[in-house]
């Protein structure tokens, strides 16, 4: 998808002031880099304060009253106040054709998952500057050179840059209810009423926000409805070859503790090649999933890669179609290991260029699941069929950004239908160009 440019950016001098900005935004994430990793932090018993990296997210070149359109103080800009974690990359989406340009925000944790016991936080809820997760356009970082589309800014520099009296607010269930888009409008149309509203306002800041889920329960622009369906699908390989995807990278702090743990998926076979080559990662998720699964089988959705089995209707569901849900979003453990060895064979067989009976030789398992039944699993893995386990529970990993990186580079991986975790990995093997048959389901 082509980015939009304004007449107004055509100037010589623009174009020369946006690559000099562009190559200053590049310098400050090599020093985000280099500063971050020689600091503090290092008590794993407590959260990180992340100081420096808030000192310089606080410090981007875009962060300047000063500079020209579309930037500045006669910017144009759009905050998402209705996103939730993990639905937040259809909003940058929308900025791209918007003209406008992106507010990022912290990561803002359920207290429940957060690392620590919630006496040792900082702040409750507990914050993770985005720049710490992921890198790129949707972090603060630059665009491509000779791209115009104005570089996102931090929620703190939208209210210097966006007093009250310039904000326009547009509520998300009074666009749906206006255009009809809630129920049955595809992903492409919904985007295009989206695109349409934020490029024709004349307001030059925009808060989009959700109403209390009183008046709707998921108020995102793009909501739990939209992708627990097909209609999500339209808009995939748009969205796949935006800047958005293909700049989408890891952030140093991540790639720093993926690089401490190498050694762990060293094979022989791998010793002078990339130990990612031969893993096998799997998302093997138990405990808590099994509500997830039962509001799967109620509604009917939640489903990246399958489409529902016949049998009952939105709401309800049959006893044969809830056990047919269950066999893929909560399988049995002698399921899980034969999809297991059945996949890695026809890999091996087919789908690599190095062929041969232990192509793939170590397994990756992603769990929050640290059980009898996780133990007696990896057990039969390990002796009865000659892997080598690696769990992340193996790994000093501080988050599920730290995880995806490993599954991503991972030669093969198996993930669950009903997990946003599972999407997010494939939507990163998917840019990154990962052959179909090397991303598989249970």
């Known amino acids: 998808m082509g980015l939009p440019v304004a007449g107004a950016l055509c100037a ?36 990180p304060r992340y100081r420096d990296l808030i000192e310089l997210q606080r410090d981007l070149p875009q962060h300047n009253l000063s500079l020209p359109y579309p930037e500045g103080e006669t910017g144009r800009y759009v905050k998402f106040t209705s996103q939730i974690n993990m639905l937040g990359w259809n909003n940058v989406f929308n900025e791209l054709c918007s003209q406008r340009g992106y507010v990022f925000q912290d990561y ?11 006496s040792k936080a900082w702040e409750v809820p507990s914050r993770t ?32 840059v966006c007093p009250k009296d310039k904000i326009k607010v ?9 255009y009809d888009i809630h129920w049955v409008k595809t992903a492409k149309q919904i985007f295009s009423v989206w695109n349409k509203i934020l490029l024709e306002e004349e307001a030059q800041c925009v808060e989009v926000i959700a109403p209390q889920r009183d008046v709707e329960d998921f108020g995102q622009v ?10 999500i699908l339209d808009i995939w390989e748009e969205f796949r070859d935006s800047a958005v995807s293909r700049l989408l990278g890891t952030s140093a702090v991540v790639q720093r503790c993926v690089d401490r743990n190498l050694e762990l998926f060293r094979t022989p076979q791998t010793y002078k090649h990339d130990p990612f080559s031969r893993v096998f990662a799997v998302h093997v998720r138990r ?47 002698d399921a899980i290991i034969k999809k297991i060895n059945d996949a890695s064979k026809r890999m091996g067989e087919g789908g690599s260029h190095l062929k041969g009976e232990h192509f793939l030789n170590v397994l990756y398992i992603l769990t929050n699941d640290k059980s009898e039944w996780m133990d007696d699993f990896t057990h039969q893995l390990k002796s009865g069929h000659g892997w080598k386990i690696i769990t992340s529970n193996n790994l000093v990993f501080g988050n599920s950004q730290e ?31 990962k052959i179909p048959i090397s991303n598989r389901f249970f």
């Open 12 to 47: 010589g001098r623009f174009k020369l002031v946006h690559k000099l900005a562009i190559i200053a935004t590049v310098f400050f994430f090599v020093l985000i880099i280099i500063s971050v990793s020689t600091r503090s932090d290092y008590n794993l018993d407590v959260p």
């Open 108 to 118: 803002v944790w359920k207290q429940d998952y957060y690392p620590w016991d919630e």
């Open 129 to 160: 500057p985005l720049p710490a997760l992921i890198s790129g356009p949707t972090a603060g970082g630059p665009w491509e050179v000779g791209d115009s589309a104005p570089r996102a800014i931090h929620q703190k520099w939208w209210d210097v």
């Open 170 to 178: 547009i509520w998300t269930h009074e666009v749906k209810k206006k």
């Open 222 to 231: 793009f909501d739990l409805w939209l992708w627990g369906s097909d209609r």
């Open 287 to 333: 405990g808590d999933y099994i509500q997830a699964c039962t509001a799967g089988t109620y509604y009917q959705t939640f489903l990246t890669a399958l489409r529902p089995p016949p049998g009952g209707e939105w709401g309800k569901n049959t006893p044969e179609n809830t056990k047919e849900y269950f066999k893929h979003c909560l399988p049995e453990k």
């Open 403 to 433: 995880k995806d990186v490993g599954m991503q580079r991972a030669a093969m991986f198996m993930g669950n239908g009903w997990s946003s975790f599972t999407s997010n990995i494939l939507h990163r093997r998917l840019v990154d160009g």
